[in-house]
């Protein structure tokens, strides 16, 4: 699966065919579904296949994932010839590892923690403290490597098949050459001073120097303890470690500047870790990955010297010089004659010469890497999540994968980290304003340090906006294929996006479709866009045709052919993304020990279908298979069931949407319950088709929003059986709507990442209940219904609810639908009343 997932993220863009896959298979032919994935570019990336899960074929999860041209699927012998292309020049060296070319210029030129104690503690005065590898490993094996990564060290690809390969690469055979070492910083975290923080579970190994002069360190992530752990372990855990790896490989793939990986090994040990934060912690394998940059120097590393004061001001400038001779030599060679000098357009008209200051000039190219890093995370719809001072990279790299998240529906506070939800500082929409905040606060520590002015800081800021502005300007022009940029034109498509929840990469790669001719029926506009145009109205149709109109125009006046645009198009805009649940797809098979390649994941769910139960008595069965989920009692589950006239509240506890007299529900045959899931009030009776998911969101890797968004696709697709258009809610509309009546209610629960309760989908109840309430706490809505809406016979409620739970399973990937139908032994002591 890790295979499938970096063999299709090499594809990420056309014009990026030097970034290449290669497999070593299990067995001596590859299985049938990888061929498609496989093209002339595949080399270099291997993954280690064990305990391979056999499971009944199915397509690779990114095939079918965007429309546009597709690709042809070669043959072996096509692969076979490619790659026999590829063997070693005369001039090109490959070494061992103990003839790797070591200079540990870091633990050389600058000052070192003198004490050697590894608790948690302040280290003051250094840049380092001296520290090895102390996880605890059994067994450690090699799960993934990168032989272009092992080419930028001139390290023999033959290296990884090494016994011991594993032990020296989890930390727990020393590496000859070696100097390890945990880097001291500091940072703003979430806007805050955070003092010290530091590496407190990844440990440098040293730095290599390849043939070419080129220096590239070598960090082991989850290598146990530093004097920088604080509370923490220091260990990582395969989850993390497959996504790192994963979103490294991927990042590279799509052009971005970012850290690499060499390597990911398993410990053979178990981490403890509380992955939803909620007291529910959990044992996880523990993993650990070789990270590769030319430095991990961030804004931190000089921040947290400047915070100390004037005895470590002076560490600042040292750092400074290191890092400027090293690995930005071009600055300090700068001379007059190459005229870098530039009006700051201030009153006084003050002139900033770059040339004259090597750390002014560092300055403006940190910050203009800065900038350019991040309009290129725009343009793919890359969120980091975490966007502090300490994983802010001052070569311009993505650092630091923790939280990360592309987008899929385009929305503009979207944040893949839970921990930033209320205020969300680090969404999509914030990360260009927090890339300025944090250069901001870099230029501040020079000044501080008196190693610029706060002119050449003002500055530094200054070319930040500007050069974010060029770089952002330009990639959204090539992504839509215009002759200029056209602020108007991309403002009003971004805006139409996030109103109707657009896939935002699936749109920019069917863009290209378009044709730039005038005389396109109106009717016919949308067509090359209807594959992410869903279940919209009227008005919603009138936008987007409007804005195709105008962007035809805009075409029209290239003299660019329709093929060249579609091509140069493509080449900017990925056809694959890592996509949350991919990756989450391939964690969930090696944690199983299944590290093969494009073996696809066999996820079963177990359905039970209960008839008519009463809502309390259904209430207690749910709480009981929540207790059992948590501890894999049972896999995940879904019950159908309808129930006898109920009103519910969620925990909001909004009475007063009931509308009648709780002592008057008995005369109309209803009950109230209270409950503890979200929403408002809302009302379950006859020939309404209830689910009641209980399954684990770690395991499908959905956050709570992706979760409910699903289950209102559930009933989408349901309501498209049978020619009705229905579409998620407007903000602040819960549920499902066809127009401006409702046809579904979702309300859940979510405990330490368990989910209960779920969604109702009118078939024909009788509608006249919700009279009795503010359905959902909405008022002046209608409720509707299936038998409403088609306008056709339906068929029996029960085929009609078999299919609700097949358009479940189909939504949530799950490949294995168990049906249950004996509910004794489900029921057990708890008898259904």
């Given amino acids: 699966m890790l295979s499938h997932l970096s063999a299709s993220l090499s594809h990420s863009s056309p014009s990026l065919s030097s970034t290449a896959l290669r497999f070593r298979p299990l067995f001596p032919k590859s299985p049938p579904s990888l061929l498609p994935l496989l093209s002339k570019s595949l080399a270099n990336f291997h993954f280690h296949p064990s305990n391979i899960h056999t499971s009944r074929p199915r397509p690779s999860p990114f095939c079918g994932v965007l429309s546009g041209s597709s690709m042809e699927s070669p043959s072996v012998e096509t692969i076979s010839d490619e790659l026999k292309k590829q063997s070693l020049g005369p001039d090109e060296v490959r070494l061992n590892l103990e003839d790797l070319r070591w200079d540990n210029s870091f633990v050389r030129e600058l000052p070192g923690d003198p004490k050697t104690l590894n608790i948690p503690r302040q280290v003051f005065h250094a840049c380092y403290t001296k520290v ?96 920088y752990s604080r509370f923490a372990d220091g260990l990582a855990v395969l989850r993390s470690s497959i996504r790192e790896f994963l979103c490294s490989e991927a990042m590279h793939s799509l052009g971005i500047p970012t850290t690499r990986a060499l390597c990911l090994v398993t410990t053979g040990k178990y981490v403890t870790r509380d992955m939803f934060y909620d007291g529910n912690p959990k044992e996880e394998p523990g993993a650990i990955v070789c990270r590769v940059a030319q430095s991990f120097l961030r804004f931190g590393s000089y921040q947290i010297h400047a915070s100390r004061g004037k005895e470590d001001l002076d560490i600042v400038r040292t750092l400074a010089n290191y890092t400027i001779r090293h690995h930005f030599p071009h600055v300090e060679n700068l001379s007059k004659s190459e005229s870098l000098s530039f009006s700051t357009g201030e009153e006084d008209n003050e002139v900033v010469d770059l040339t004259s200051n090597k750390y002014a000039a560092w300055a403006v190219e940190v910050a203009e890497r800065t900038a350019s890093l991040v309009a290129r995370w725009q343009g793919v719809g890359f969120t980091h999540g975490v966007l502090n001072t300490d994983n802010m990279s001052v070569l311009g790299l993505s650092i630091d994968y923790g939280p990360f998240g592309f987008l899929d529906a385009f929305d503009p506070s979207y944040t893949p980290n839970t921990t930033d939800l209320p205020g969300r500082r680090y969404c999509f929409a914030n990360q260009p304003d927090i890339g300025l905040w944090n250069v901001a606060q870099f230029a501040s520590t020079l000044s501080a340090a008196q190693l610029i002015s706060d002119k050449e800081s003002n500055y530094a800021m200054e070319r930040y906006g500007t050069k974010f502005m060029d770089e952002y300007q330009a990639i959204m022009t090539r992504k839509l294929g215009l002759p200029k940029y056209n602020k108007q034109l991309i403002s009003k498509l971004l805006n139409n996006m996030a109103v109707d929840k657009v896939d935002y990469t699936n749109f920019f790669r069917l863009l290209s479709n378009i044709k730039a001719d005038l005389s396109i029926p109106e009717k016919e506009l949308l067509t090359p866009l209807k594959a992410v145009l869903l279940d919209m109205g009227k008005e919603r149709k009138v936008a987007w045709t409007t804005w195709v109109q105008t962007y035809i125009q805009e075409l029209s006046a290239s003299e660019t052919s329709d093929e060249e645009r579609k091509a140069s198009m493509n080449s900017v805009n990925p056809k694959y993304i890592l996509r949350n649940y991919l990756c989450q797809s391939a964690i969930d098979a090696a944690e199983q020990g299944d590290f093969g390649e494009g073996m696809s994941i066999s996820r079963s769910l177990e359905v039970w279908k209960l008839g008519t139960v009463n809502y309390l008595k259904a209430l207690k069965l749910q709480e009981r298979l929540v207790s059992d989920r948590k501890t894999d009692i049972i896999s995940d589950t879904l019950l159908s069931l309808q129930h006898p006239p109920t009103y519910t509240l969620g925990k909001r506890r909004t009475d007063h949407n009931l509308l009648v007299p709780e002592h008057d529900l008995k005369d109309i045959g209803a009950e109230l319950h209270y409950t503890q899931r979200g929403g408002d009030i809302t009302f379950h009776g006859p020939h309404q088709a209830i689910l009641y998911p209980i399954v684990s969101l770690r395991n499908i890797g959905l956050g709570a929003r992706s979760y409910v968004e699903k289950l209102e696709l559930t009933m989408i697709e349901l309501a498209s059986l049978y020619g009705v258009k229905a579409c998620a809610g407007k903000r602040c509309e819960t549920g499902v709507w066809v127009g401006e009546r409702k046809i579904g209610a979702i309300g859940v629960r979510i405990s330490s990442g368990i989910t209960s309760h779920g969604l109702a989908f009118n078939m024909d109840p009788d509608l006249s209940y919700f009279k009795h309430i503010v359905p959902c706490g909405i008022a002046d809505k209608e409720v509707t219904s299936l038998r409403r809406e088609a306008g056709v016979v339906l068929p029996a409620e029960e085929v009609i609810q078999e299919q609700l739970v097949s358009c479940f399973a189909r939504v949530f990937g799950y490949s294995d639908v168990i049906w249950k139908e004996n509910a004794s032994n489900l029921w057990g002591n708890q008898s259904n009343e």
């Fill in 132 to 227: 090895n590898p102390s996880v605890e490993v059994e067994n450690p094996q090699l799960v993934a490597w990168s032989e272009s990564v092992a080419e930028l060290l001139d390290l023999d690809p033959k290296e990884f098949e090494r016994p011991d390969f594993p032990l020296i690469f989890s930390g727990a055979s020393p590496l000859v050459g070696a100097v390890p070492y945990a880097q001291c910083y500091g940072g703003h975290q979430f806007g805050m001073w955070a003092g010290q923080l530091g590496d407190g579970r990844a440990i440098t190994l040293g730095e290599v120097l390849n043939a070419n002069s080129e220096r590239w360190e070598l960090q082991l992530k989850g290598a146990g303890k530093t004097p």
